[in-house]
């Protein structure tokens, strides 16, 4: 069976970086988890890169997370890896919501991060069921179904999928607007280097 078209929700994790010191993709990740991690004991931010990486951070540690599920077809691998998604988007979602900077107006680039967050929470949710109560005789894979097999439940995944991608490109874009607004007034320039994650992301695509 092929399952891209039911993956197609991770395309539209994209991110835009103010500044990046370290060279490579990989150095680039570290330094955004540690911004992530640094998160966790940091409330207010007075530095508007610091938090801005902050954000993009805990970001990128949910979608490195979907990004190990996406090559995964064996459904209790599938299962296992739902939960620690879930995990990681909730505390993410809790390290996010607990930061401040006075140069974010309203909080509005936080708080449209927290909506980015429930999106891959909502999308997160949709496997879970599927796989909750996918018990088909003999089916242990993905790529177990075929046209005979396919089940109700797997056609509602595909369905449900769908419907979040659409949804997901509007929320997406508005996390960019968000993040464009707040560099604007922060008074800092952004940079159109691309996100070191979207190499993976594309893969997907």
């Not at 370290?22 to 966790?40: F, H, Q, R, S, Y």
């Not at 970001?59 to 939960?83: C, T, W, Y």
């Not at 998604?85 to 900077?101: D, F, H, N, R, W």
């Not at 056609?155 to 979040?164: D, G, P």
Request: proline residues 1%; aromatic residues 8%; negative net charge.
């Amino acid at each position: 069976m092929k399952t891209k078209h039911i993956y197609l929700f991770l395309s539209l994790f994209t991110m835009i970086l103010f500044a990046c010191d370290p060279e490579t993709k990989e150095e680039k990740v570290d330094a955004l988890i540690e911004d992530a991690n640094n998160a966790k004991y940091k409330n207010v931010y007075t530095d508007a890169i610091e938090y801005n990486d902050a954000i993009i951070g805990l970001q990128a540690k949910i979608v490195i997370e979907i990004l190990n599920f996406m090559p995964m077809n064996d459904l209790d691998s599938l299962r296992r890896q739902v939960g620690i998604i879930q995990k990681e988007i909730l505390s993410s979602t809790e390290i996010l919501e607990g930061i401040s900077c006075s140069k974010d107006k309203n909080n509005k680039f936080k708080n449209q991060g927290i909506v980015l967050f429930n999106h891959y929470k909502k999308g997160n949710k949709t496997w879970e069921m599927f796989l909750e109560h996918e018990d088909t005789d003999g089916i242990e894979s993905l790529l177990d179904f075929n046209d005979e097999n396919m089940s109700e439940n797997l056609n509602s995944l595909s369905n449900s999928i769908i419907e979040i991608e659409g949804e997901g490109a509007r929320i997406n874009e508005d996390f960019l607007t968000a993040q464009q607004f707040f560099a604007k007034e922060a008074g800092i320039m952004m940079s159109t280097e691309e996100n070191p994650l979207n190499e993976e992301i594309d893969k997907y695509e």
